[in-house]
């Protein structure tokens, strides 16, 4: 095995290259995932899917910047499996456009151009897997190019 064959040393050339092509680093996708989820909190279409789920912020915020480290800088940190975790969420189409334009205004707030062009792209990636797996989870299948519309819940008089 030579040294380029040594997987570790593989891996943090990968991430040099990134970096050095972008200008992605650890404190920039900090800054991202901080501002971002700042906006979802916020927002009053995504906001109430996080908010019923994350009681504290700290562990997710944490979490989040290792996948992005991971997404970004193909850097190995994450070890999460986020499909699971998306699967039983009460979202659709309009959410993952929502989630993609708050991304997709935070990246060009907090980014150089090349870094948010890198960004976005995996972000649009991420969702439309997202998009797909759900859609899966819940007997539909999609076609290229069709997206995922939950039906509307059934309306039943109050008690």
Not at 4 to 19: G, H, K, L, N
Request: glycine share 6%; with cysteine.
């Amino acid at each position: 095995m030579t040294l380029s064959d040594d997987p570790a040393t593989r891996r943090q050339s990968i991430v040099r290259r990134i970096e050095a092509e972008t200008g992605i680093d650890e404190p920039m996708i900090a800054r991202l995932v901080d501002a971002f989820y700042d906006r979802v909190r916020l927002d009053p279409l995504i906001g109430p899917v996080f908010d019923a789920r994350i009681s504290d912020w700290g562990p997710h915020l944490e979490q989040m910047k290792l996948f992005w480290s991971s997404v970004a800088l193909m850097s190995g940190v994450y070890h999460g499996r986020p499909m699971p975790k998306h699967l039983p969420l009460p979202v659709d189409a309009r959410h993952f456009d929502r989630w993609l334009e708050l991304f997709e205004a935070t990246a060009a707030d907090v980014c150089p151009p090349a870094a948010a062009a890198h960004f976005i792209e995996r972000a649009r990636r991420i969702a439309e897997s997202l998009e797909l797996g759900i859609a899966g989870a819940n007997g539909v299948l999609l076609d290229k190019g069709e997206r995922y519309i939950r039906p509307p819940e059934p309306w039943t008089p109050p008690a």
